[in-house]
Every structure is written in C-alpha cells, then in structure tokens.
C-alpha cells in the first residue's frame, strides 16, 4: 500500500460540541489540513490548526458547483498522492450531503490509499432531538427536495417525511444558493399528490450555537412558497395516515391481528 492516507471527519453542528474526540485528535496530527465549514466552525478548526487550507474558496458566483466539487476533490487527492496524512473537515456528518468527500475518499481507493471518513452529528440528528419526532416509530422518507421535484418519486404518507434543501428548490443549473416562490409552487403541487393543502407541515432549521434556538415554524403546506427560507431549511411533514395491518404477513408470522398491541 502507497504512503499518504486520508481522512474525513464531521465537525457536527454546532461549534465544538458534536465533534468526536478521535476527529479531533486527526484533525491535530495531520501532516495537511483541509476543512469546508461555517465561519465559526473554520475559526475553531484554525485554532488547532492554524496551517489549515480552506476549501470554499473554491466557489464563486455563476459557477456551477460541480465544478467546483471536482476543484475541492483534486485538491485534497494530491497531498496524498505526495505521500502526505491528510485530514479534511466538513460541517456536519461528511458522508451526508456532502459529494467530495464520498468522491475523493472512492478515488484514493481505487488507487490503493487508505481512506475513510468519521461521522459527525447531522442536521437530522439534531432534528430528531429538536423536534422529538422518532423516526422509527412510523418509518421515515428522506430525501433531497429538489430530486423529489423532478424525477418520479413516490411518498407514503403514514411515514415522516423529510425533504432537505427546500431552500434551493428547483435549481438545476448549480449556480444558486436561493429559491423563488413558484418553484416552491411546483413543490408544493406535487406535495399535494399526497397532502391535503392545508396539512401541517415544518420549516426546520438546526441551531449552530448552544446559546440559539433550533427553528420550528409550523404552518399550512399551501403556504410554503412565501416562508421565508435559507440554504439550511428543512421541511418536515409528520405522518398524516395510520398505519394498515398486513394481515398475511402477520398470519404468516403465526400471529394475529391482537398481537400487534
């Protein structure tokens, strides 16, 4: 196996609390450092290391993000190859909406290099905890909303639903970091496939300091195009049908329906 590995760890969150000590300990002994995060979280990082690189430095306005992710990608690829122990630190858990560090960590692989990633504490952890909705009570659907807009995806609605990224909905170039009110519409027209449109739905947001509090605004899913959203808003529908018994699986299982509880 080639000299030069690399790691990939998740700052969590919020600053300095969610962050691993095994995340923290890579981030001090690497030989190169590299991290994509809020300003505050980069400020912590550049205090344990003050050598660190910054990789959003590698956006800019009109660009399209993908190439932007190949940039980010090919820059922390080539220390390793040097030879080099390279740590590189996302916002969040790194392997969760996040295409470089699944890109990279796949082509140092394929080339022979030790690679892996270390979570960190997710929006959806948070929202889990914020919101005191349990995911395995009902069953959960998550997924990106502007992939649920445009290509076939179907919804049940006895589980929760979690559509991540409603504030850049509708945004096929990669370019923006907004939305506009009717591509919030056609989102909320094809929510209504399966949604009544005065269902209650939640704007989530998770805090990224300890002294803010987590935003839960509940309203109607008709009225969702003139919330008022950013690049971390989240949308969440809750179940809205009870569950149906199979009743041949559970016969097959030798049970009866008054078992179920």
Same mark, same amino acid.
């Given at each position: 196996?080639?000299?030069?590995?690399?790691?990939?760890?998740?700052?969590?969150?919020?600053?300095?609390?969610?962050?691993?000590?095994?995340?923290?300990?890579?981030?001090?002994?690497?030989?190169?450092?590299?991290?994509?995060?809020?300003?505050?979280?980069?400020?912590?990082?550049?205090?344990? *290391?003050? !050598?660190?690189? =910054?990789?959003?430095?590698?956006?800019?306005? @009109? &660009?399209?993000? +993908?190439?932007?992710?190949? #940039?980010?990608?090919?820059?922390?690829?080539?220390?390793?190859?040097?030879?080099?122990?390279?740590?590189?630190?996302?916002?969040?858990?790194?392997?969760?909406?996040?295409?470089?560090?699944?890109?990279?960590?796949?082509?140092?692989?394929?080339?022979?290099?030790?690679?892996?990633?270390?979570?960190?504490?997710?929006?959806?952890?948070?929202?889990?905890?914020?919101?005191?909705?349990?995911?395995?009570?009902?069953?959960?659907?998550?997924?990106?909303?502007?992939?649920?807009?445009?290509?076939?995806?179907?919804?049940?609605?006895?589980?929760?639903?979690?559509?991540?990224?409603?504030?850049?909905?509708?945004?096929?170039?990669?370019? *923006?970091? !907004?939305?506009? =009110?009717?591509?919030?519409?056609?989102?909320? @027209? &094809?929510?209504? +496939?399966?949604?009544?449109? #005065?269902?209650?739905?939640?704007?989530?947001?998770?805090?990224?300091?300890?002294?803010?509090?987590?935003?839960?605004?509940?309203?109607?899913?008709?009225?969702?195009?003139?919330?008022?959203?950013?690049?971390?808003?989240?949308?969440?529908?809750?179940?809205?049908?009870?569950?149906?018994?199979?009743?041949?699986?559970?016969?097959?299982?030798?049970?009866?329906?008054?078992?179920?509880?």
């Amino acid at each position: 196996m080639p000299a030069g590995s690399l790691v990939v760890v998740g700052s969590g969150i919020q600053l300095g609390r969610h962050i691993s000590e095994r995340s923290t300990s890579e981030i001090k002994y690497a030989d190169k450092v590299f991290c994509m995060a809020d300003a505050f979280t980069y400020r912590w990082v550049e205090g344990i *290391r003050p !050598d660190l690189q =910054p990789l959003h430095i590698y956006y800019g306005d @009109d &660009k399209d993000r +993908r190439q932007t992710y190949r #940039e980010m990608e090919a820059v922390i690829v080539a220390p390793v190859q040097e030879g080099q122990n390279v740590c590189a630190v996302f916002y969040g858990h790194p392997g969760v909406f996040a295409d470089v560090p699944h890109a990279a960590i796949r082509r140092l692989r394929t080339l022979g290099y030790r690679a892996r990633m270390e979570p960190g504490i997710s929006a959806e952890d948070c929202l889990i905890a914020d919101l005191g909705l349990d995911p395995g009570k009902h069953g959960c659907i998550s997924m990106e909303a502007t992939q649920f807009l445009v290509y076939e995806r179907q919804i049940d609605p006895t589980a929760m639903l979690i559509l991540w990224q409603i504030g850049l909905t509708g945004d096929l170039s990669c370019t *923006r970091f !907004d939305t506009i =009110p009717c591509k919030l519409r056609a989102l909320v @027209d &094809k929510l209504c +496939r399966w949604y009544a449109p #005065e269902q209650e739905v939640i704007v989530y947001e998770a805090p990224v300091l300890a002294i803010h509090k987590h935003r839960e605004d509940r309203l109607p899913l008709k009225a969702l195009p003139q919330a008022l959203l950013s690049q971390s808003s989240t949308l969440i529908i809750p179940p809205t049908r009870p569950l149906s018994a199979d009743r041949r699986a559970i016969q097959a299982l030798g049970y009866a329906l008054s078992d179920l509880g």
